[in-house]
Each structure stands twice: as structure tokens, then as C-alpha cells.
């Protein structure tokens, strides 16, 4: 069988084609641009926490990292974890991504959040003043304790820490003290115990941890919480982490911790996701205290679950795009073969198939002519009463089509092997005619 090449087309069936082809690229090209992701905002809003302690801090330490890439992060002050996930799950407020601490919510009662990973450890530390030494929350009955501010993940986690050993409620008094007013009270001698949460590089807890008035307590049932509460965890504060030289401090701390999560909006752009991983990566990924190099973030057990690009991060690293352009070009060129690719898929066949196309279309033009020309010489072939004026009348008009047909170079043959034949279909039709003309000889 014969090809076609594009240079065998004519200008005029090229057009033809072409604008059927473009008018299905442009109908792909608008599905594909509106499907796909749209450049994300370069402004994400961020509830963080208290003025001046840790969630605040990694915010700031966010927002630093965030403009190196022209995204502005706007931080919100908030009371802590549990105010931070009230916010994310409220759809009527406008925010982004928070920090919200294991065991604050789950995805039942608030479906639209994501996770990106735990990125710490927050230790719950007890911080107490006296001469008798505890080593459990049980001892704490009785006492008159600081647990944190109403609407806090603090708060919530002591409480349910007392009521595990037993000992929340009467005679125990818990009041609602911020850090610092806690740890006045705790100086001024107005409450024995100050519960507070936080990692091991907040200044605010390494200033307790230095004082000779104030000890901290290590729990020898660690690990009996971390069962009884699942979104614990038993970590370790080792002997003479603080100052090895005086050795500070003078023994392995045992305490229980949840994981501090990064909570997005499902709404959020994937982009924005990857940076603030990115971003996640530079802060929490150095050694502390109570945590190895490269330990965080990581996709440890969640309550909300990972996103797509947060599953792909943790077992591909960033996309490849990121490693070598900035920010902004990568997203653009992503979204650019987002759409192009659609229509590079739609366009790359139609290609293949213009040829084939071509060929079929000027073969059929033929095969038509030929079916009306089969069609004549049966009819002139029967027996029977013949019309050579008719049969003549519709002959030339097949010829005359025949002659209007363009073709390419390479169906010349087949186009003259048509006429041919209608000249030889003539030739038939000329014999029947004389034959009927000439009178029948009868026998002497």
C-alpha cells in the first residue's frame, strides 16, 4: 500500500485537517489549564502560638526560610495547639497550616485537614520546688499545680496525665497560669508544681532547668504512659546534655512527649506543601537534647492523614524541579507540562494519523466512483431492454467527477486506472448498443 507523506499533501486538505485538529487541541489545552493546578498564592496565613515561646519561634524561623522563595508567611499569635487546630478546622477563619500537637483532633471531626509530618518533640516537663523527690504524677495529689492556659494543648495534656494517675480533683488544685506567671508563682512559693511543654532549645525551659530552687521531675513509668496514652512517647534527656562539663544534669531524665504536627488545609496548594517541608527540613532536622540528626520531620503515627506530597517527600525527597530552580520556575514550569502534556498526548497521534487520514480520504473519493461504475456495468450486462442514452448520460458523469478528483502524486496510478476503466465500461456500453442495432439473421 502506498504512503503519504506531508509533502504529498495539498495546501487545501491540509487546512481542512489542521483546523479540525487545532479546534480539539484548543477544546484539551482549556480542560487542561483549568484542571490543573493554578499558580499557587504568594501569601499562606500561619497560627502558630504564645508571643515569645516555641510554636511562635518556629514560625518566625518559618517565615525566614518562606521569604527566600518571595512567599510571605503571616503569623497569627494563638493560645497553643488546641486554639491552632479550633482555627484549621473552623472554615470561616482564614488560615493555612498550624501547629497542633498529637492527640488535639482527628479527621472525623475535621475532615478538610492534612498532615505534613510531625517535625518535634514536645516534652511535657514537671517543674517543682521542695525537698521530696517525685518520680510519677500520682505524688502530685494533693499539690497545687499550674497546668497552662485554657485553650491550650498543655492544659489538655496535663489533665488527662492527672487523671491517668489518678491524681486529678479535689484535694488537687490545678490553676490556668501562662509560663511566665507560672513560674513566678512557682518562685513566690504560690503553687509546688508548674507543668509546661516545649522543645528542649526553648530559652524559657532551659532558664528552669539551670536554677539550683527547681527540680525536674523524671518519670519512672515513662513508658507505662506512652501504652496508656497512645500519642505519647518516652524520650530521654541524657546525663549532662545541658553542661557536660558540671555534668547537668546528673542523671538520665525520663519524660513523655507528644509529637508537635504540621497541619495544613486540604485546600492548600501542593507547591506551598513542598516548601513548607522544605522548610521543616532546615529547622527540625539537626540534633537536640531529646532528639537525633535527621529524626524530623518525619511521618510518624498521625491524626489526620499524610497528604500526597508529604508521602512523596518522605520516600523520594522534594521534586527534582526544586533541586535546580527557584521556587517560582518550578511551579510555572510544572504547571506548564500540567497542560502541555494533555495536549502533546492529543497532538502527537493526530500527527501519525493526518497521513493515513489523507490516504483513506482520496482513496475513498475513488472507491465511490467505482462503486457507481460496478453498479452501471451490471446493468448493462443483464438481458433484458437496455437505455444507452441513460446508461451514456450517467457514464459521463462519473468521468467528469472522476477528472475533478485531486489527488497526490503517488495515486496518480490509482486515478488513471479509473479512468481506464470507465473507458472500458464506454467500450461495453458501445458493443450492447450496436449489438441491439443490428438486425437478427434468421436460418434459410
Known sequence: MKTIRFRDISAREFLKFAGFALSIVLVVFFIAYYVAQPMPPDTIIMTTGIEGLSYMK???????????????LKLLDSSGSVENYNRLKDKKVTV?????????????????????????????????????TFDDFSQLKGKKI????VGSG?????????????????????????????????????????????PTDNNFIHKLLINPRVKLMSLSQAE?????????????????????????????????????????????????????????????????WVTKSGEFPAPMAQDFPLSDQAERFYKTGRPLLLDFLPFWVAVLLDRMFRVLLPVFVVVFPLMRILPWFYSWRSRSKMRR???????????????????????????????????KITVPENFYGELYTLREHIILVRRELLQESEHEA??????A
Open 96 to 132: 493555612d497550616v498550624g501547629f497542633v500537637q498529637g492527640g488535639t483532633g482527628s479527621v472525623r471531626d475535621a475532615p478538610n485537614l492534612l498532615s505534613l509530618g510531625s517535625i518535634a518533640y514536645s516534652p511535657i516537663w514537671v517543674f517543682y520546688t521542695g525537698n521530696r
Open 224 to 288: 507505662a504512659y506512652t501504652r496508656l496514652m497512645p500519642g505519647l512517647y518516652h524520650v530521654t534527656l541524657p546525663r549532662g546534655v545541658i553542661n557536660v562539663a558540671k555534668r547537668l544534669p546528673s542523671s538520665d531524665i525520663h519524660l513523655v512527649a507528644p509529637t508537635t504536627n504540621l497541619i495544613v488545609r486540604d485546600t492548600m496548594h501542593p507547591a506551598l506543601m513542598y516548601l513548607l517541608l522544605d522548610a521543616a527540613s532546615d529547622i527540625h532536622g539537626t540534633s537536640g
Open 369 to 403: 466512483l467505482y462503486g457507481e461504475l460496478k453498479f452501471l456495468e451490471i446493468e448493462i450486462a443483464r438481458q433484458g431492454r437496455h437505455d444507452p442514452a441513460d446508461y451514456a448520460a450517467r457514464l459521463d458523469r462519473i468521468e467528469n467527477a472522476a477528472r
Open 146 to 149: 499550674a497546668i497552662g492556659p
Open 154 to 198: 498543655l492544659r489538655r495534656m496535663s489533665l488527662e496525665l492527672l487523671k491517668t494517675a489518678g491524681a486529678a480533683g479535689p484535694p488537687t488544685v490545678v490553676v490556668d497560669l501562662r509560663a511566665e506567671r507560672a513560674y513566678e508563682a512557682l518562685m513566690d512559693g504560690r503553687i509546688n508544681v508548674m507543668i509546661t511543654i516545649g
Open 438 to 443: 443490428s438486425p437478427n439473421d434468421d436460418p
Open 58 to 72: 518556629f514560625g518566625e524561623r518559618y517565615k525566614e526560610i518562606l521569604a527566600r522563595s518571595k512567599v510571605h
